[in-house]
């Protein structure tokens, strides 16, 4: 039995304006145009589940269920991107995939191909049986997702372009933390990001109070560097030690290829640009490029400004999760004369991505790290023994626990282990910002976070022979 499918008749109908078979004229009763009230009404319920919890949420949820039937939630612990690639998926089933391919997973009592799916499961355009001969203006596609035993893969259509299975999970539950700061205040912000910090050493950010016009701005800055300059005016602010002609750089700050030593003679896959951005009193501009289509140094000014901000909460926070002053880490690490390193990384596509690393595992010597990356994915962490990768999240901010902080808090907070992965054929780069303590700061653990049951477990030292241990590969 043919079945004529919703989709193909609305491209008959776009063909012929206003043209619309009858049996999908809806009776007067039914008509939107006549049936929709559009005066003044009470707007459905949005319930933020995030934002309080306890009896304020059964109240709310309870409520809406009573008067309405119906509720949104926003703050609802799905992400972003899950939402996204799950309507990504959907739409290439319907757009993208050949009538002929859709048919396969027709539902049976359409005589459809869907293996055993027992006439309910598959691809159809009616789900109930029709009202006064009028038929809905809908196709859809319809299967279990749980429980486990209810599943048929088999039903699941397979794409080109994207992966239905896993597109349709749910987020695992070794994903990396994503915290919305704006999305409440006080003790459940600091809750989070100390269980993250104790659990990960690292989480993902979002309502962070960086505008994303800012972040796009500094993006575009970067990829202009590295993908429109031509090489020799590159080479101008390349390191000290390359010989390079950067101004006054003292050797670390300026455009290079590696910063610490090779591990076994192996090379990472990435270029990048490092320089000072706070405090002022060690940033040297004649270290940041000039570029013929941006301002690197106004949309770099603004960036620092807000990340500067995220650094001084993001402290608070820790401290309070260590039961602290709230500045107590901050002056630790050295109040307003920390320095911040903005380092921006370019990896290129690499012809062999499974035998090569953009960066090989290591923790931060810095005493936290903050750091935007672009859309390709690439780095991973190590979980129990596992590498993770940490999902791309769109306007999120990655804040990784540095060895510094893990030293002060003496091992509650982890420095998180890292490594980062190469693509075939993207481009990934990233802009982390260093946040590390003046040289001659001495880094140990803090006296209250020591006691009998959890005495020192590292050396107090001046954090530039830290850093030069570290650099060189030395014992600490």
């Known amino acids: 039995m043919e079945v004529e499918r919703v989709q193909l008749i609305a491209s008959f109908c776009a063909s012929d304006e206003g043209a619309m078979p009858p049996e999908f004229i809806r009776s007067d009763h039914e008509q939107p145009c006549l049936t929709t009230f559009l005066g003044p009404a009470p707007a459905i319920p949005v319930i933020d589940l995030a934002a309080f919890d306890g009896p304020e949420v059964t109240r709310a949820i309870a409520e809406a269920s009573r008067e309405w039937g119906i509720f949104q939630v926003v703050g609802h612990g799905v992400p972003e991107e899950a939402m996204r690639e799950l309507q990504r998926a959907g739409r290439e089933f319907f757009e993208e995939l050949p009538q002929e391919e859709k048919e396969k997973y027709a539902r049976k009592e359409a005589g459809g191909g869907a293996p055993a799916s027992g006439g309910q499961e598959g691809y159809g355009t009616k789900l109930q049986r029709e009202l006064e001969g009028k038929k809905a203006w809908v196709d859809f596609l319809f299967h279990y997702i ?64 960086v505008p994303e016009e800012v972040m796009r701005e500094l993006q575009r800055a970067g990829r202009e560097f590295f993908e429109e300059l031509p090489q020799e ?51 040297n501009h004649r270290i940041w490029p000039v570029l013929p289509g941006t301002d690197y140094r106004k949309i770099t000014e603004e960036y620092t400004k807000y990340v500067v901000d995220l650094v001084d909460r993001m402290l608070t926070e820790l401290s309070k999760g260590l039961e602290l002053e709230d500045q107590a880490l901050k002056e630790a690490v050295g109040a307003d004369s920390l320095n911040l390193n903005l380092k921006i990384n370019y990896y290129p596509p690499c012809p062999r991505p499974d035998v090569a690393l953009r960066v090989v595992a290591h923790t931060d010597m810095s005493a936290m790290t903050i750091l935007v990356p672009n859309d390709v994915p690439g780095l991973q962490i190590l979980k129990d023994d596992r590498w993770i990768n940490v999902d791309y999240v769109p306007n ?40 590390s303590p003046p040289g001659d700061s001495v880094i140990g653990p803090l006296q209250q976070v020591v006691n009998e049951d959890n005495p020192p477990k590292y050396k107090a030292k001046m954090f530039k022979e830290y850093a030069y241990c570290k650099i060189n590969k030395l014992p600490q």
């Open 233 to 283: 005016e590159k080479e101008k602010y390349a390191r000290k030690e390359a010989g390079g002609g950067a101004p006054a750089s003292g050797g670390q700050e300026g455009y290079g290829t590696k910063l610490q030593r090779e591990l076994e003679g192996k090379k990472a896959w990435v270029d990048f640009l490092f320089h000072y951005i706070a405090p002022p009193s060690k940033v």
């Open 146 to 209: 749980a429980p486990p035993s209810k599943v048929n893969h088999r039903i699941w259509p397979v794409l080109p372009g994207t992966d239905y299975s896993n597109g349709s999970r749910a987020r695992p539950a070794t994903a990396i933390p994503v915290i919305d700061l704006a999305a409440f205040d006080g003790p459940e912000i600091t809750r989070a990001i100390a269980e993250a910090s104790r659990e990960w050493g690292i989480f993902q950010v979002v309502g962070h109070g």
């Open 396 to 435: 999120a901010i990655i804040v990784h626990i540095g060895d510094q902080i893990e030293i002060l808090s003496n091992g509650i907070y982890k420095s998180v282990l890292h490594r980062s992965t190469v693509s075939k054929d993207k481009v990934r780069m990233s802009w982390p910002v260093f946040c």
